[in-house]
């Protein structure tokens, strides 16, 4: 029984244009109680793998989050699977606003310990007992509202390329680092504000809503389906857009453009510019902003250090590597010195 990918990236991505077919990029997520997260997490494999689903999916006992690539002409069967397993009947799904064939190109279906680190441990929190959903119209009217205080639920390196106007940003790495600065920052408004929150797709702040009611916030609110949903309803309902920007996503794209403002600037020469890239020395990998004049000028490096291992050969690349420790301990995201236009 296979439950493990048998092909690299590469070899996907050349199945992918062999096949030359319409892919559909599409996340979700449900807070749920999951008795045992394995058993789900072997059946999902087994069955998407069949249908060609590409995509990261994280299962634990608060529920699911998945970010996956389904073959457009798979999606019927698909969406009737996931309408067989109980919790996850008519879940909504986020379509994504750019697609893009390659957004995915493994599946990877993993349990974890939470499917939205938050570093709580307290067993009298309930994750279900969420805040109000709010569709776009009604978000619109809330944060014209001067009784209401507007966060952003996601990391500095997302709100910095794009967010709603007048809305906290917090200069945050993680999730879990926002919870309790925010807290403090809002405790003398529990009472007398509405507390509205929004992030990508909206895991992250159903679970943020459920907390800050859990602290005693009284009014909290939260934007259903994300900025990805906030953006189909605008478009389809021909709302006033208050998203300044692009929105952060977590596949190959890293970025849907929402608005035509460019709020952003490079990372190395200041020029206005949203467009996020990793370096390309693999020791370093490092997430920041770079305009085509500089990728072009620093070999699509962060640095000049980093620009004299990337020309090394591959294997001597890879010898400087071993023993360096964990990838995932390296994947900074824009926190670097030798970016001098960081905001």
Known sequence: MQLYNTLSAKEREALIEEAGKDRLTISFYKYAHIGNPQILRNHLFLTWNGMEVLGRIYVAHE???????????????????????????????NIAIEQDNKSFLKLKVKVR????????????????NKGIHVGAEQFNELIEDENTVLVDMRNHYESEIGHFKNAVTPDVDTFRDSLDIIEQDLAE???????????????????????????????????????????????????????L??????????????SDEVIAHCHQCGKPCDTHVNCANEACHLLFIQCEECAEKMNNCCSVD??????????????????????????????????KYKK
């Open 63 to 93: 529920g699911i989050n998945a970010q996956l690539s389904v073959p457009a002409d798979n999606f019927k069967v698909f969406k009737e699977h996931l309408d067989s397993i109980s919790f996850l009947e008519n879940v909504r799904l």
């Open 245 to 258: 920007g692009k929105n952060f996503v977590f596949d190959h794209r890293r970025g849907e453009r929402i």
């Open 306 to 339: 980093c620009m004299e291992v990337h020309a090394l050969p591959y294997e001597e690349q890879k010898r400087l590597r071993k023993g360096k420790g964990a990838s995932n301990k390296i994947f900074k995201k824009g926190r670097s010195p030798v970016l």
């Open 189 to 243: 408004h529990k009472e007398d504000k509405k507390l509205v929150m929004y992030c990508t797709g909206g895991i992250r702040c159903e679970k943020a809503s459920a907390y800050y009611k859990h602290k005693g916030f009284k009014n909290v609110y939260q934007l259903e389906g994300g900025i990805i949903e906030y953006t189909r309803q605008v478009r389809e309902k021909q709302l006033e857009n208050k998203f």
């Open 113 to 128: 310990n939470k499917i939205v680190a938050d570093g709580l441990n307290d067993a009298t929190f309930d994750v279900t």
